[in-house]
């Protein structure tokens, strides 16, 4: 049995060089549970997008400006447990963030596991 470790991403056929730490939520029904006067009274639920959240590493061979520009691709997450998830519709988020780090970005997208 292999546990997550790390995840590797990949977007438009290119692969990032990202730094450990990456995170997926697939998106989907999103539940809120509802509480009146007498206690508990069920679940709201709504559709939220699925996101990838990852630093990648600011080489020379990175362009923010490219990643900025990012929309409708495909963005594929690979896991070192050998899961995959993938999105043919994935979109740069917020403004894409440069420290000391790395590149800060965030992905949206409806990602399924392949």
Sequence with gaps: MSIHG???ITISGKRYNSKEGATIKLGG???T???GDSGYAGMQYQHEAGQVDCTII???DVSITEIQKLKNVNLTFDSD???S???SNASNGPVPELSKDGIKVTFYGDFKEV
């Design 6 to 8: 790390r995840a590797f």
């Design 29 to 31: 029904e999103a539940g």
């Design 33 to 35: 549970p509802v509480v």
């Design 58 to 60: 600011a080489s020379d």
């Design 81 to 83: 447990n050998g899961k």
């Design 85 to 87: 998830y993938v999105s």
